[in-house]
Every structure is written in structure tokens, then in C-alpha cells.
């Protein structure tokens, strides 16, 4: 098959977010709380005048 480079990172981007969705369901299942997204941790730590 063939892809452009735009439907190959969106297939990227959607399939990481589905496993990391599938980790998160397994972690609350086992009874511990799944982390914070990432990003968004490391924007607040790392630059925290962006907050407002």
C-alpha cells in the first residue's frame, strides 16, 4: 500500500495514542492511578509563566 507523509504521521500519532490509552485502562484495572499526560507536566515544570 501506499501512504502520503501527512497519513503516516496522523497513523503515528493516533496509533501511540491508542496504546497509551490501553495502558492507562490496564493501570486503573490493577488499581493504581495512570500519571498525567506528560507533556503538559514537563511544559508547567519547565516554563511555569505559560500557565497564565
Do not use: K, N, W
Amino acid at each position: 500500500g501506499q501512504m502520503s507523509r501527512a497519513e503516516m504521521l496522523l497513523h503515528l500519532v493516533t496509533h501511540g495514542g491508542y496504546h497509551r490509552g490501553a495502558i492507562g485502562r490496564i493501570l486503573v484495572q490493577c488499581g493504581v492511578t495512570p500519571p498525567r499526560d506528560t507533556l503538559t507536566t514537563f511544559l508547567h515544570r519547565s516554563e511555569p509563566g505559560r500557565r497564565g
